[in-house]
């Protein structure tokens, strides 16, 4: 991802999105800007911040043992449980003392091009929302603490943060390449949903989308229904993923540094001249290539899911 073009893009610079790009179509709130930048943070309500502070209890029962040392680090260093929803300004103050990195309030999800930009300058987009009691255990759309307690203190171990900015930048080649769901199945199954073999032998989750539920904190690491694969970067963009339902398969990285060099030293130039338009692989898929871990019996998404009330065992 280090060598983007034949000359490097300019990262400070909003990059276009070409009309023939494969990507969604997202319908700009009329009160920001290019940037999708909200003016301003939510004035959070009490009961938001009770909210919070009820779904980062429940949390904290779960993650030890189950979260990646570096997470656990990261919501010390953060403080994140200091009381309701925080302060993307101090926040911003103090993971900037960290790695650089800073946290600016968008109104939902926003356009590939720009989240891709964002990132590359060192900024992280988190949803001005936060969710309700009614949507307490599952919201589709990242709110304010899928975003800020999943994804922010996994940004003040400086290997991971460098990583992110990395992807960011290498948003402006896979546009070129009309690649985004390439990469975003890397972002997927690394950033949202991946696992980490700590000391060789420890599993433990470092992917936002896992930390931030209760249900998958536990799936992913204990059940036997997933596959658990060592992380291969050519085979993960090339395998589709399941966006409302626990996943069938999750990959797993040696290190930090690992996954960084698997990424930021690929050509993805190559990589992309090969790639298909769709993908080729299935979610639970296992193929000669696996570096196999642990070969799931599928029995949740074969018994049908979450729709079916499936157990998640």
Avoid at 96 to 117: C, E, K, R, Y
Avoid at 187 to 208: C, M, N, P, Q, S
């Amino acid at each position: 991802m280090a060598t983007l073009a034949e000359s490097a893009p300019d990262y400070t610079t909003l990059p276009e999105m070409a009309q023939d790009v494969f990507t969604a179509p997202l319908a700009r709130p009329a009160h920001v800007g290019d940037d999708w930048l909200e003016p301003q943070q939510t004035d959070y309500s009490s009961e938001d911040h009770a909210v919070w502070d009820d779904l980062f209890a429940r949390q904290l029962e779960i993650l030890p043992g189950r979260a990646a040392s570096a997470f656990m680090a990261g919501l010390e260093k953060l403080d994140l449980g200091r009381g309701g929803v925080p302060e993307f300004g101090q926040l911003s103050e103090e993971l900037g003392a960290l790695t650089g990195w800073s946290v600016v309030p968008v109104p939902m999800l926003i356009p590939d091009h720009v989240f891709f930009w964002h990132l590359a300058n060192r900024r992280f987009p988190a949803g001005n929302f936060i969710r309700t009691r009614e949507t307490f255990d599952y919201i589709q759309e990242p709110d304010v603490f899928h975003d800020v307690f999943g994804h922010v203190p996994m940004l003040t171990d400086p290997v991971f943060a460098d990583y992110m900015q990395e992807y960011g930048r290498a948003g402006w080649k896979a546009m070129r390449y009309n690649r985004l769901k390439a990469l975003g199945a890397l972002y997927w199954y690394t950033v949202e949903f991946g696992l980490i073999l700590e000391g060789g032998k420890d599993l433990r989750a470092y992917g936002a989308g896992i930390l931030s539920g209760p249900t998958e904190a536990r799936f992913a690491v204990e059940a036997q229904s997933p596959n658990r694969i060592m992380l291969n970067v050519d085979r993960v963009m090339r395998t589709d993923y399941v966006i409302s339902d626990l996943q069938p398969t999750y990959f797993v990285i040696e290190s930090f540094a690992d996954l960084y060099r698997q990424t930021v030293e690929r050509d993805f130039d190559r990589l992309y001249r090969s790639l298909q338009a769709g993908f080729t692989y299935a979610n639970s898929a296992v193929i000669d290539v696996d570096d196999v871990l642990h070969r799931g019996t599928q029995e949740y998404h074969l018994r049908g899911g979450r729709g079916s009330g499936a157990a998640p065992v």
